[in-house]
């Protein structure tokens, strides 16, 4: 089944202390997104690739980065987490971003801890 | 002002009941709106889209969207306990790549 697959699923890192997500896609879409969500929050997009094209969102801090290395795969990279950081990260794709009607489709998602 | 509004709730309806989820959005050049479920420690999950003005009919559930008033909502028929979830309004504005999310309606399902 085409599908969004993210690891790991749990994360338990120390404060400062370099951690990196990982997201695949088998549905072969252009689009991928990285997502925070906090508690009782809506997600909250951190950025997004259209194919090779990196977008950041204004608001992201440069604690955040993110690579994709080929279309099925995109990492986040959190440099130095702080406390403030533990949320669960979503990966989305989608087919292409100008469609109308494109949909998203979000992986399980990782949940970080900070300690 | 938020992209997507959405009364945070908590909605609590009697099994076989009809829920009814509301959702506002500011732009007007909004243009594809999306209902996700989320359960709890979960990803969201489609449930629904719906771009065009009037109802959308899939199984027990309908989205209904009203550019003119700016508005998108979900009807749950025949509720169930399973629908217990929170249920977050999305819009795409189809000029980017941004998928505007509501904070969210919090559904209890009573049986």
């Known amino acids: 089944d085409a599908m969004v697959i993210q690891n790991p699923r749990y994360q338990v890192t120390q404060f400062g202390k370099p951690v990196t997500l990982s997201c695949s896609q088998t549905l072969n879409h252009n689009v991928m997104y990285w997502y925070q969500q906090k508690s009782s929050q809506a997600p909250k997009l951190l950025f997004h690739y259209y194919d090779k094209d990196f977008n950041n969102e204004a608001d992201t801090p440069d604690n955040f980065q993110s690579r994709r290395p080929n279309t099925s795969f995109c990492f986040l990279d959190i440099r130095s987490p702080g406390l403030g950081d533990a949320a669960m990260y979503l990966c989305?794709?989608?087919?292409?971003?100008?469609?109308?009607?494109?949909?998203?489709?979000f992986g399980p998602g990782t949940r970080l801890t900070v300690l | 002002q938020k992209e997507v509004e959405q009364n945070s709730g908590p909605l609590s309806v009697p099994e076989g009941a009809i829920a009814s989820l509301n959702c506002t959005y500011s732009d007007r050049v909004s243009q594809s709106f999306f209902w996700y479920r989320q359960y709890s420690g979960k990803s969201p999950e489609l449930i629904m889209s719906i771009y065009s003005n009037g109802d959308k009919e899939d199984g027990r559930f309908t989205a209904q969207l009203n550019k003119a008033s700016q508005y998108v909502s979900l009807l749950i028929r025949d509720s169930q306990p399973s629908d217990s979830a929170t249920y977050l309004c999305a819009v795409n504005k189809n000029t980017g790549n941004q998928f505007y999310f509501g904070t969210g309606t919090s559904l209890t399902v009573i049986p």
């Open positions: 989305a794709t989608s087919r292409d971003r100008r469609s109308p009607g494109d949909e998203q489709f």
